[in-house]
């Protein structure tokens, strides 16, 4: 489904995006980065919400993405995920895109892509950011998942200028 050409998913996907960057803003209240993803089924009923849980162990995996696959990949079929969105504050990354692939999530969204949170990031120690875009780590596999983004990319790259900038 291609958003331009159908206004109310685009709403929809808008919506449930802003969503995840609520997610994000509560990890960064909670002490973490500021990541956050949901999953939303194909009625518009949200299942699960996640954020970063880098702190207080420094778990390097703890992302959004990833907590959120484990959990859906325990809770939901097969069929209800493939029929899934997943919506993330930012362009998942190389291990967030697999766990996306192997959970069987269908359709992604995300707000701040890859390229642009490397350079708000920098080299930033707790974000060494790879430049290995999700829809590459999808093509190398044998499943098809649906990627909409970047998506309101100022609006999410808001949340991680004004954090990188004080972590600092």
Request: hydrophobic letters at 40%.
């Amino acid at each position: 489904m291609d958003n331009k050409a159908n206004p109310s998913a685009s709403a929809r996907d808008e919506l449930f995006l802003r969503r995840s960057f609520d997610a994000g803003r509560r990890a960064v209240a909670h002490g973490n980065h500021p990541f956050g993803a949901i999953l939303v089924d194909q009625n518009g009923k949200v299942l699960l919400e996640a954020e970063n849980a880098f702190m207080p162990s420094h778990d390097g995996t703890a992302h959004a993405e990833r907590l959120l696959c484990t959990e859906a990949s325990i809770a939901y079929d097969a069929e209800t995920l493939g029929t899934s969105t997943l919506y993330s504050s930012a362009e998942p990354c190389a291990m967030c895109a697999g766990a996306i692939y192997w959970t069987g999530i269908g359709r992604l969204v995300y707000g701040l892509g890859e390229h642009r949170l490397k350079a708000i990031t920098g080299d930033h120690p707790e974000n060494p950011t790879l430049d290995l875009p999700c829809r590459s780590v999808f093509a190398a596999g044998q499943k098809t998942i649906e990627v909409i983004g970047p998506m309101l990319e100022d609006e999410a790259a808001g949340l991680h200028e004004d954090f990188w900038a004080r972590k600092d």
